[in-house]
């Protein structure tokens, strides 16, 4: 059995970005099922800097939401953003540059062009592995292995985890026991998620006693790639596509969105699947239409490599023909109910307080900010975790930043 100061369960953002700051005094390893939803993640992420003012982005994040927004955390989120982005430039993320400056895209639910991307439409690749590299330099350990439980002492304090890797269980003993195990793709009939997502943390946090919260939140994309097949894992169709002004269409090639104001196959994502549900429901057809055909070849080639490879795979020709599109689970706003110091509740070790990294929509407080009714591509986020003695205020690059620590205002970083 080995013993560690901190277990961080998932090595997506959230895991990878919750590590580094504790390793500065403390021994942490994360541990990894596989492939979570971050390298999977195509469309970029949102920041507002420059000319765009973080207090529009936040406007847009509660009209998006619907007003389920907690405004100190939507706040916290916005102006945070920029010093975000420049940590995981620091860690060696390339983003899409024109002229120098990183060129920003629109996306479902923001009023301006705000989306940084890298990779083409590979963002998440290139985050992780900028955190891979934070994580390498604070000398974490990472391993693969899924948890399969947590243990708990004889006063019924969590004080580890067990760990199934290669047919063999362990035990690993720890003082703070972090959940960043993404959401919970694979409990439905056809997700964007990768395999290992099926709300394992979720699992693991009910059994120690931690309440659920808001799971009734749940993001529907748009736009998945309908593959014909039975529903299971369905490449995504990032929205992206969208904002280069691709359309819906219906069974019949009628545009679905016609009707709402211009420029609406870019509403808030809870909007357009909906009216894709409608659609498909009224034709009796089991998939809807995305026309990129006006977009240039070029473009296409170069920002959307990604879906254009996915389209390949099932014979569709973007630059000529229409890609068939359904609706599919992306992402869990709901999650383990923490405070704002992200205490669980769930006891740990004599002597630690207990406390949990507030999963990201969390600390939206209701469902969140950028969440189930949001605009898109808040990616990166800060992680999601259950913790005894847990890391606090930990945040994408550079954990060792607090919330408290910076200042307000418009853009607290300069991002350029
Ligand atoms: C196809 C796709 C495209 C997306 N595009 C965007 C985008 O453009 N912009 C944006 O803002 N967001 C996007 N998202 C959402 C974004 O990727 C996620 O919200 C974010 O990456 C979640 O990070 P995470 O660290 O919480 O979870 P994940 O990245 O899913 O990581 C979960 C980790 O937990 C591990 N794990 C799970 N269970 C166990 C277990 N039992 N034991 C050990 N480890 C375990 C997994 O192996 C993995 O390492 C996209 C999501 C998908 C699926």
């Known amino acids: 059995m080995r013993a560690v100061d901190v277990v961080v369960i998932g090595a997506g953002a959230a895991g990878l970005s919750a590590a580094p700051g504790p390793a500065a005094t403390r021994e942490v ?38 007003g389920f927004c907690d405004p100190r955390n939507v706040r916290a989120l916005v102006e ?18 024109e002229d120098g400056s990183l060129s920003r895209t629109l996306e479902g639910g923001h009023g301006h062009p705000r989306i940084v991307h890298a990779g083409g439409d590979a963002t998440g690749v290139e985050v992780c592995r900028a955190l891979h590299a934070a994580v390498c330099a604070a000398g974490v350990e990472t391993m693969a292995g899924r948890t399969i439980g947590l243990t ?44 290992a997502v099926r709300g394992d943390g979720m699992a693991i946090a009910l059994l120690a006693g931690a309440s659920p919260v808001d799971m009734e939140f749940v993001q529907v994309h748009p736009t998945a790639l309908f593959t014909g ?16 002004r691709a359309v819906l269409r219906d069974a019949r090639g009628r545009l679905i969105m016609a009707g709402r104001p211009s420029g609406a196959d870019l509403a808030p994502r809870d909007i ?25 070849p070029d473009a296409l080639r170069r920002q ?22 359904a609706t599919a689970e992306q992402f869990l706003c709901g999650g383990v109910q923490v405070d704002r110091d992200s205490a669980t509740g769930v006891p740990g070790p004599p002597s630690t307080r207990t406390a949990c990294r507030q999963p990201a929509a969390r600390r939206g407080r209701r469902h969140g900010w950028d969440r189930g009714r949001g605009p898109s591509d808040s990616f990166p986020l800060p992680p999601a975790a259950l913790t005894s003695q847990g ?8 954990p060792s930043f607090t919330r408290d620590w910076m200042p307000r205002g418009r853009a607290a970083a300069s991002v350029s």
């Open 152 to 195: 708990k002492s004889d006063s019924g304090r969590v004080n580890g985890v067990v760990v199934e890797a290669g047919g063999v269980a362990s035990r690993i003993e720890a003082h703070t026991v972090v959940l960043a195990t993404g959401g919970i793709g694979n409990a439905y009939l056809a997700s964007t998620n990768p395999s």
């Open 80 to 97: 945070e953003r920029p010093q975000r982005v420049t940590e995981l430039i620091a860690h060696g993320a390339l983003y899409r540059r």
């Open 229 to 244: 097949e039975a529903p299971g894992q369905l490449p995504l169709v990032t929205e992206a596509v969208r904002g280069e």
């Open 304 to 325: 959307f490599p990604t879906v254009q490879a996915s389209c390949a795979s099932i014979g569709v020709d973007l630059q000529s023909e229409q890609i068939p599109v």
């Open 29 to 66: 390893i994360v541990l990894s099922a596989g492939d979570g939803s971050t390298p999977w993640a195509h469309g970029g992420g949102s920041v507002a800097f420059g000319e765009d003012d973080p207090l529009d982005h936040a406007h847009d994040t509660y009209v998006a939401a619907a």
């Open 391 to 398: 890391p606090r205020r930990h945040h994408i690059g550079s």
């Open 272 to 296: 357009v699947a909906r009216e894709i549900e409608a659609a498909m429901r009224r034709d009796g057809s089991d998939h809807v239409w995305l026309d990129a055909r006006s977009i240039e």
